[in-house]
């Protein structure tokens, strides 16, 4: 079998390959039939062979593929609907084969579809499945969030919603992929999807099952917390790791373990949380092909942050059971910048994915939490729904992206008004639209300006997540206004001078309503 060196020094006559040349090389090596994960032997070959070299052997593999594509080829309607509650099933396959690509993309109004999406994969008939994961977290981002990131097995672009996998999947007898759309009052969701496989004529004794497991807690009890437990023999691959933060300050004092066949004590203990997935010092975004921070918002409580680690040229090898886990610790600080605590146990709600290859194939013991219990208690308040004031008045429509407002002139505002019951210390953002005809606008909270000024003007039209920072509110009516600055200097010579601005929501978050805040 062929398998991969990941050392990013691949010679050429001019020196080294950029880094988007080698991840390249290193994604069509994985996606041929001859990057896999194996149960023994070395992890990696020598510094001198080349991955592409596995596309010139001849192979039995047919290749397939199941999408979304209408069965009109002449059509442009390529999408499936999955109903509120519903469960769509994506492929099913009769093996022996082995999947190879996934992509996907959704349609909705739930600003946090990435953790209201489940995704499962059963093996061989199983009643329960081996991969049962929300679908932003599958793909390296946690907490319903977007955000772009490219790694070698998993890459996601287009404003966080274009969502790819390489991992290569192996079954015998079959494999069924399913998508639910868990109920959270936000409407049936559109998705449209590839997968691509291999059938072949048989697969080797020591090909393993492909796992990947969920796991939450908001907050985590004292103790480390549990990434993973399972019994079998196999390969441990990666990890997507999500902390909430509930305190300022800190949270990545923690410290992985692996107990490896059984061990009461860890032969494997990291020495901080940052450090295992390759950072130091705290954390910043960034991106690897085997790691890297997909998002980080800060130290503050309501701040987020997700990180991965695949185990692609060091796996942890386990041969009868294995137990990953993570040590919450960090610091934390009062309003008025005095540190209380530098590395105690800390409250943030935490959320996980494991991945790894196994055999035998296994399933989940607990349920997965209900789409409500994974997702912050956010209030999501349509702008269509909002009282709002523009001036100029004219030029505001209402469409499916959200509200629209185009005054065609570089000086105007628009304001929203929003209500709240309860005091407390709030998170607000906005849901905006991008588009090619919107132009630069400064926002406002309650006639205070936060944040830099906004150019809302690119080259297509998308959502996009902009977070308005934190705010001691007391009950009654709140405005976020927004004021033209003119056009940007991205706005191409032929659009239109609309000047707009489109809001599709605007994002409440009261940090009173998550557990263990303060």
């Known amino acids: 079998m062929f398998k991969i060196n990941l050392i990013l020094r691949f010679q050429n006559p001019s020196g080294y390959l950029s880094w988007a040349a080698t991840l390249a090389v290193m994604l069509l090596a994985l996606a041929s039939g001859r990057a896999q994960p194996v149960a023994t032997g070395p992890s990696v070959t020598s510094s001198g062979e080349n991955p592409l070299a596995a596309l010139t052997h001849l192979s039995d593999a047919q290749t397939r593929r199941v999408s979304s594509t209408s069965p009109d080829l002449n059509s442009n309607g390529d999408s ?5 509650g519903e469960t769509l099933v994506l492929a099913e396959l009769t093996g022996p084969g082995a999947i190879t690509h996934i992509w996907n993309t959704i349609a909705a109004q739930d600003p946090f579809a990435g953790r209201s999406l489940v995704l499962r994969i059963y093996w061989d008939g199983m009643a329960k499945p081996s991969i049962e994961v929300p679908l932003g977290d599958f793909f390296g981002v946690g907490h319903g969030a977007v955000a772009n990131f490219h790694s070698l097995p998993v890459s996601v672009s287009s404003y966080g919603r274009s969502r790819t996998c390489f991992w290569r999947m192996p079954f015998r007898k079959s494999a069924k992929i399913t998508l639910t ?6 409407g049936d969701m559109e998705v449209y ?3 691509d496989w291999e059938k072949l004529p048989s ?7 492909f796992h990947a497991r969920y796991h939450q807690a908001f907050p985590p009890t004292p103790g480390e917390y549990t990434i993973l437990e399972t019994k079998g023999r196999g390969n441990y691959v990666g990890t997507v790791h999500s902390v909430h933060q509930v305190k300022t300050g800190w949270f990545g004092e923690g410290d992985d373990r692996f107990y490896i066949d059984g061990e009461t004590v860890p032969s494997l203990c990291g020495t901080g949380t940052e450090d295992y997935f390759n950072d130091s010092w705290g954390y910043r975004p960034f991106i690897a092909p085997a790691h890297g921070v997909t998002m980080y918002e800060g130290l503050f409580a309501g701040d987020r942050v997700s990180a991965y680690r695949w185990h692609l040229s060091d796996p942890v090898r386990f041969k009868s059971a294995l137990k990953v886990s993570i040590e919450h610790r960090g610091s934390s600080y009062t309003d008025a910048g005095v540190k209380q605590s530098s590395s105690n146990e800390r409250p943030d709600w935490v959320s996980s994915v494991a991945f790894w290859y196994q055999t035998p194939p296994v399933a989940g013991e607990e349920p997965l939490p209900p789409a409500t219990n994974r997702v912050a208690p956010y209030r999501v308040l349509p702008a269509k729904a909002l009282t709002f004031r523009a001036n100029p008045p004219a030029s505001v429509t209402q469409e499916e992206v959200g509200l629209i407002y185009a005054p065609g002139k570089p000086d105007a505002e628009i304001e929203f008004d929003f209500d709240v019951k309860e005091p407390g210390r709030y998170q607000v953002a906005a849901v905006l639209v991008l588009s090619v005809f919107s132009a630069r606008y400064q926002p406002f909270f309650d006639g205070e300006a936060v944040g830099p000024e906004l150019d809302l ?10 977070s308005f920072d934190l705010h001691d509110l007391k009950p009654g009516k709140h405005t976020l206004k927004f004021a033209g600055r003119g056009a940007s200097p991205n706005r191409r010579t032929m659009a239109p001078a609309r000047f707009s601005f489109g809001m599709n929501s605007v994002v409440l978050l009261r940090l009173e309503d998550m557990a263990g805040y303060k």
């Open 181 to 186: 759309n868990e109920a959270r009052g936000f």
């Open 203 to 209: 697969l080797p004794e020591d090909a393993l099952y």
């Open 457 to 466: 003007c690119n080259s297509g039209e998308d959502w996009t997540w902009f």
């Open 193 to 195: 999807y590839y997968v």
């Open 80 to 84: 499936r609907v999955i109903k509120e």
